[in-house]
């Protein structure tokens, strides 16, 4: 992967942690590349290029999905069980990245659609599953999906001036 590859990755792997999330797409920091990365607590970051899901199956139902490119509210929707991943990783090279009924099967769906111009609030049935918190409510909100706090302002911002 060539240097400005890897200096982005690093770059997104701050940012994500600076905003407690767990998975940012390179789109949500204004930079139009299909690069994502995601980081379950407890274990090591890593980067997916060109991501593709190539398998989803079953449906479960989310209740508090949170995105930090939607400040201040979470949802409740419909996400995979199951979900094969295909993408390169940050040495160029082809990997599958297989998840079930968990965070990493939830965050891949939400970043790979962040690629696509699409954000979780698109993906639900109707206004009444998206909850408005208030401040006291982000402690709970914040373990699933990705966690809004001060440095996401200014990734929201940047992707505003994107239009
Ligand atoms: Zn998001």
Redesign the pocket.
């Known amino acids: 992967m060539d240097d400005a590859i890897l200096h982005l990755i690093a770059d997104m792997i701050e940012s994500m942690y600076a905003a407690q999330?767990v998975?940012?797409?390179a789109p949500?920091i204004g930079v139009p590349l299909r690069v994502v990365v995601l980081g379950m607590p407890d274990e090591d970051p890593f980067a997916l290029i060109n991501p593709v899901v190539i398998r989803r199956e079953g449906t479960r139902r989310m209740e508090g999905e949170?995105?930090?490119?939607?400040p201040g509210y979470r949802g409740a929707l419909t996400r995979s069980e199951k979900v094969v991943v295909r993408a390169l990783n940050e040495h160029g090279k082809e990997v599958r990245i297989r998840a079930e009924n968990n965070l990493l099967a939830e965050a891949l769906e939400?970043?790979v659609?962040?690629i696509n111009g699409i954000?979780?609030v698109d993906r639900l049935d109707s206004t009444d599953d998206l909850t408005k918190l208030d401040g006291t409510d982000w402690a709970t909100a914040r373990p699933i999906?990705?966690a809004a706090e001060e440095p996401a302002a200014e990734a929201v911002e940047e992707v505003a001036q994107r239009g």
């Open positions: 999330g998975g940012l797409a949500q949170g995105c930090l490119s939607v939400h970043e659609d962040h954000l979780y999906g990705e």
